[in-house]
Every structure is written in structure tokens, then in C-alpha cells.
Nanobody
Framework: QVQLVESGGGLVQAGGSLRLSCAAS????????MGWFRQAPGKEREFVAA????????YYADSVKGRFTISRDNAKNTVYLQMASLKPEDTADYYC????????????????WGQGTQVTVSS
């Protein structure tokens, strides 16, 4: 079993940056793909980014490509989401998730989820 805890959310002005972290427990972290999703109020959860077990492959939603960067440190059992050039439409609860699949972009491909961290971008 994998437990995931997100941190790093907060309030930031448009154009600013934030780095989210997701700390994982469990021996399978380094062999699992990791993903970030977000859910805005009244909207469905949407895919943001994913990274394979080694960090050698990444995949991004078009809406964040070029602004967000996903990375991982397997020695620290942590995955990161560096967010830059933030926009008000990036406001959402952000969730990390773990998958035994390659780098799925659908929520159904993930087995374990964190509780989320809130990101608010003011205009």
C-alpha cells in the first residue's frame, strides 16, 4: 500500500510560482508512475502531469505544458510539481496519485491518492 501526502499549496498572484510536493510511504514508490491531477470547484478532476518510475518520461496536459514541470526524487520518495506563470484558471485542489501502469493520463489508471492541497491564484 502507498500513502501520499501533498504539501506546498497556497495563495499566489497571477504570474507567480509554486512548488507542490507529494511525499510517499511504501516500498513500491520507486517502481510506480506518479501523476498530478486537479479539481476546481464544480468541475471534474482533470489530469495535469505524470512521470514514469525513473523520471525519464513525462507527460503533460496541454493547458499546463511549458508552465508546469513534474519531477521526482526516488531517494526521498517524493514527487514534485513546479508551477510557473500561474493563471487564475489554475485555481484548484491538486492531488498526487500513484500507478503501477506506465504514465496514465486518466484517473482510473491510478491506484492510490493523496488528500490534496489547495492552490489559489488571484488575478
Amino acid at each position: 500500500q502507498v500513502q501520499l501526502v501533498e504539501s506546498g499549496g497556497g495563495l499566489v498572484q497571477a504570474g507567480g510560482s509554486l512548488r507542490l510536493s507529494c511525499a510517499a510511504s511504501g516500498r513500491t514508490f520507486s517502481s510506480n508512475a506518479m501523476g498530478w491531477f486537479r479539481q476546481a470547484p464544480g468541475k471534474e478532476r482533470e489530469f495535469v502531469a505524470a512521470i514514469n518510475w525513473s523520471g525519464g518520461s513525462t507527460y503533460y496536459a496541454d493547458s499546463v505544458k511549458g508552465r508546469f514541470t513534474i519531477s521526482r526524487d526516488n531517494a526521498k520518495n517524493t514527487v514534485y510539481l513546479q508551477m510557473a506563470s500561474l493563471k487564475p484558471e489554475d485555481t484548484a485542489d491538486y492531488y498526487c496519485a500513484s500507478s503501477i501502469l506506465y504514465i496514465p493520463s486518466k484517473a482510473s489508471g491510478y491506484d492510490y491518492w493523496g488528500q490534496g492541497t489547495q492552490v489559489t491564484v488571484s488575478s
